[in-house]
């Protein structure tokens, strides 16, 4: 069983910067592709930023390139996000996933674990 538990949210000011992680229980960490995602209220989950598991190959959404940065340590089990230049829309709750693929995926239905959210408001 794979668990999953993500810290690191809070309220920040648009245009400050936060660093997520997500601990991951497990052995086998490095074989997971890992994925951040974001919801806000009244919409879809979406993908914001994907790593493989050696971290050589990484995806972001388009709304958050050049400000948020995926990166893990697989000797820690951890993959942090990396977040500047916060604006008001990057609200959301912020969940961390697994898939067991050797590819970055953006598609919610790849990632079969799951951690339980954290909450990342910026202010205008």
């Known amino acids: 069983q794979v668990q999953l538990v993500e810290s690191g949210g809070g309220l920040v000011q648009a245009g400050g910067s936060l660093r997520l992680s997500c601990a991951v229980s497990g052995r086998t960490f490095s074989r997971y592709t890992m994925g951040w995602f974001r919801q806000a209220p009244g919409k879809e989950r979406e993908s914001v930023a994907v790593?493989?598991?050696?971290?050589?190959?990484?995806y972001y959404t388009d709304s958050v390139k050049g400000r948020f940065t995926i990166s893990r340590d697989n000797a820690k089990n951890t993959v942090y996000l990396r977040m500047n230049s916060l604006k008001p829309e990057d609200t959301a709750v912020y969940y961390c996933?697994?898939?067991?693929?050797?590819?970055?995926?953006?598609?919610?239905?790849?990632?079969?674990?799951w951690g339980q959210g954290t909450q990342v408001t910026v202010s205008s």
């Open positions: 996933a697994a898939a067991a693929r050797p590819f970055t995926t953006s598609h919610t239905r790849e990632y079969t674990y």
């Open positions: 790593i493989t598991g050696t971290g050589g190959s990484t």
